[in-house]
């Protein structure tokens, strides 16, 4: 039974796009256990891609195998987790995009301070990356106690991020059977993914410092089963659920007030549009 703050507070995704691909899907969710190494009973996962949709509105595709998830399309129940990870996955593009432009800033530092020779400067600042501004407390929004990130970043490259939610997100305190803050962030021209673990997954087959294949075939179902049986990384994956997704191979669903959960979740107070 959801309890009364849980329905107070996240905002339930709808139907968007009912079409899917049992055979698309499927494939997705044995590809993504394979990457991951572990069965079912070992770690539960749910990734997800979408797009902007109106002002406040995202909508999203998903492949979960999530003890306790509710599909959106399948249950009279409410999906809890889909909803928070949803809300979740827009707030966190935009502060995961951010720190990308310091990664690229490291980059060419590192580079200018070697060919000057002074490894001694880059020596100092490599001891403080991974790095993640944050503005002083006097500039938060009205109400901001603390942000839902920081986050602590646990390797990352061009394309793709894995981090963790500092344990202060108190997100337990809205869904009770999160238990793990673990997430990956992936981008590639110009789309986005994200996964969500119950565990610290292995990693050796991410794709890390590698670079990801191009789905450039016909996007038909055969193709899309045939691209994702044959990919070797979670980045070819990712790929493949974003492809799934532009052309409607999956459920797609809407949550078409973020805002409102994302408020709430930092303590931020309402604010008027209309205002400024």
């Known amino acids: 039974m959801v309890k009364k703050s849980e329905?107070?507070?996240?905002?339930?995704?709808?139907?968007?796009?009912?079409?899917?691909?049992?055979?698309?899907?499927?494939?997705?969710?044995?590809?993504?256990?394979?990457?991951?190494?572990?069965?079912?009973?070992?770690i539960n996962f749910i990734f997800l891609s979408g797009n902007f949709f109106d002002t406040?509105?995202?909508?999203?595709?998903?492949?979960?195998?999530?003890?306790?998830?509710?599909?959106?399309?399948?249950?009279?129940?409410?999906?809890?987790?889909?909803?928070?990870?949803?809300?979740?996955?827009?707030?966190?593009?935009?502060?995961?995009?951010?720190?990308?432009d310091f990664a690229f800033a490291y980059d060419e530092i590192q580079e200018i301070l070697v060919?000057?020779?002074r490894d001694d400067l880059w020596a100092i600042i490599e001891e403080k990356i991974p790095f993640v501004s944050l503005p002083p407390a006097e500039m938060f929004p009205p109400g901001l106690k603390s942000p839902i990130a920081p986050y602590y970043t646990l390797k990352q490259d061009e394309e793709l991020f894995l981090g963790e939610l500092y344990s202060t997100v108190f997100l337990s305190n809205f869904v009770k059977n999160m238990k793990s803050r673990y997430y990956v962030y992936f981008s590639y021209m110009g789309y986005s993914a994200f996964g969500y673990f119950s565990s610290l997954p292995k990693t050796n087959k991410f794709g890390f410092?590698?670079?990801?294949?191009?789905?450039?075939?016909?996007?038909?179902?055969?193709?899309?089963?045939?691209?994702?049986?044959?990919?070797?990384?979670?980045?070819?994956?990712?790929?493949?659920?974003?492809?799934?997704?532009?052309n409607t191979f999956l459920e797609q669903f809407l949550v078409g007030d973020y805002e409102t959960f994302l408020n709430q979740l930092l303590e931020i107070e309402e604010i008027d549009e209309g205002e400024g």
């Open 56 to 100: 406040r509105g995202w909508a999203y595709s998903a492949i979960r195998s999530w003890r306790g998830a509710i599909k959106p399309s399948s249950s009279k129940k409410r999906p809890i987790l889909d909803a928070t990870f949803a809300c979740l996955s827009v707030y966190l593009s935009s502060l995961i995009s951010f720190q990308a």
């Open 209 to 246: 410092d590698t670079t990801p294949r191009e789905f450039d075939m016909d996007p038909t179902e055969e193709n899309f089963v045939k691209f994702i049986e044959s990919s070797t990384t979670l980045k070819d994956l990712m790929i493949a659920l974003i492809e799934a997704h532009n």
């Open 7 to 42: 329905k107070a507070i996240l905002v339930y995704p709808k139907i968007h796009s009912t079409f899917n691909s049992d055979a698309v899907e499927t494939a997705l969710v044995n590809k993504a256990k394979e990457i991951l190494g572990m069965d079912e009973s070992e």
């Open 115 to 117: 060919e000057k020779g």
